[in-house]
C-alpha cells in the first residue's frame, strides 16, 4: 500500500500513467492539501510547488487513476487501517451488528450516505439468529443483539451475517455496558472471523474504549477499529470504489472513426496564422464537421437581407443569432430570435437586433441563421486546456441552466468509452437522460459518442484552449449541438511538453 501526502503535481499526466498501473497491485491513498484558497496560498508558498490545482480536476484525475482519496490524515490511516488487514470487498452491501440500537441506526444511515447498501438479511439467517437470541432482539439489518448480548452471542451472530450472500462486508459494533468485558467481545470477533469459509471484511466499533486494536490482532488476523460507525462506513466506502474500479480491466482511449484531423489541423493553423482568437461561426462548423460532431442546419451571413434569403432557402421556423465580437451570452442582451417564420419576419428581426446590440456597444458582424430544431433534453459539453493537466472533458446540464445548477462531470482527456459513459451517469440529472417518470429514454450512445468525438478533438489540436457546445440537444434518437464556441491560442503551456 502507499499513502501519499500531495501539496501539487509537478507532471500530472505521468502520475496518472504510474498510478493506473500501480493502483492494480497495490492500493495508493492519498489526502490533497491547498482545497481552499487559503490552503491555495500555503501550497504556493512552498518550494518546488508548481501549481495547486483545481479540486474537481483532482478529483477526475484520481477516479480516473484509481487513486484512493481522503480529505484528512486521519481518515487516510482508516482507510489504510482496513486494507492492510482485509480482503477487499466484493461488493457495497453491509451487514451491521450491534448491541445498542443508536449506533446501529447511525451506523445504517452513515452506509447509505457514502454510497453503500444496508440490504435485507435472508430469511434463513434471520432464522438462525432467532435460535440465540432474546426476543427483544432485532434480526433485522441492523442486527440489535440489546445490551445483554453476551460474547458468545456475538460470536454467532458475526458468524451468521457474515454467511449470509446478501452481505459484502460487515460492521460490528460494541457498546460497552458495565457488566461484560471488551476484551471478551474483542476475543469473540476474533474468533467468528478466523472461522470464515469466504474471505470478507470485517469493521469493528469499539465506542468509549480504548487499546482495542491491540486486542483485536492476534496472529496473522487483525480487525480494524474505529471510534464511530461513520468512520468506519467512510472507509468502507472508499475500499468499495477502489475494489470496483480494481476489477475492471484497463482500457485504451477510444478513438471514433470518421476523422478528418488533417483538415482540422489546416484549420487550426489558419487561424493561428492571424493571430489566433474565437473562431468565425463557419470555421466551427468546418472543425466539428472534421470530428464528426452533429451541428444542426444553418447558414452564416452578412446582413439582415442575406439573413432573410437564407431563412428561406432552410425552409420551416429559424432561429436568427447574432455574431459580434465579445458577445458570450446572446440570450441575455437580445442577440437570439426563436421560432421566426418567413423572409421578411426574419429581415424585420434581424434589424432590430441590430440596433439593440449596437446600442449595448456590440458591433454586428453577421448573422447566424438556424433550422429550428424539436425539443430534447439539454447538455452542456466542454474542453478547457489547463495549463498543467493537459485538456479537461467536460458534461453537464445544458441550455441557460448550465451555470445555475452547476451539474457538471469532468475527465482528463483522451476518454476510454468507460469514461464517457461514467461522466453521464454520476450527473444528478442523468435520470432525465434513462427515462424519468415513464419519458423517453434519450439517446445516451449518442451523447456517449460526442464525449469520445471531443476527447478526440481536445487530444489531437492542444492549440485549441476552449471549447463549448452549449446546447447539445439530445433526442430519442441522435444528438444536435444548437450552437459552439471554440477558441484556439497560438502560444503553448510551458508545460506542454512534460504534461503530455
Known sequence: MILLYLESFGNPRKFSRIARRVGRRKPIVAVKSGRTPAGMRGTSSHTGAMLAASDTTIDALFNQAGVIRTDTLEEMFDVAALLASQPLPRGPRVGIVTNGGGPGILAADACEAEGLQVPVLEEATRARLRTFLPRQASVQNPVDLIASATPEQYRLAVEAVMADPNVDALIVIFVPPLAIQVEDIARAVLDAARSLREPKPILTVFMSARGVPELLREGDLTLPSYAFPESAARALSKAVHYAQWRSIPPEAPTRPAGIDRDDALALVA???????????????????????????????????????????????????????????????IGGVALALQGREAVVEE???????????????????????????????????????????????????LAELLGDVSIRLAPLTARDASAMLRELRLFPLLAGYRGAHPSDVPALEEVLLRVSALASDLPHVVELELNPVRVYERGVLVLDARVRVEPVQPPSLVARR
Request: hydrophobic share 45%.
Open 350 to 400: 434581424a434589424l432590430r437586433m441590430n440596433r439593440r446590440l449596437c446600442a449595448a456597444g456590440y458591433r454586428v458582424e453577421g448573422y447566424l441563421v438556424q433550422a429550428m430544431a424539436p425539443p430534447g433534453t439539454e447538455m452542456i459539453v466542454g474542453v478547457v486546456e489547463d495549463p498543467s493537466f493537459g485538456p479537461l472533458v467536460a458534461c453537464g446540464a445544458g441550455g441557460i
Open 270 to 332: 489558419q487561424v493561428l496564422a492571424r493571430g489566433g482568437g474565437w473562431l468565425h461561426p463557419g470555421e466551427v462548423e468546418r472543425l466539428l464537421t472534421s470530428y464528426g460532431i452533429p451541428l444542426v442546419q444553418q447558414r452564416v451571413v452578412s446582413s439582415p437581407e442575406e439573413a432573410g434569403d437564407a431563412a428561406q432557402a432552410l425552409g420551416g421556423q429559424v432561429a436568427l443569432k447574432a455574431i459580434a465580437p465579445g458577445l458570450v451570452h446572446k440570450t441575455d
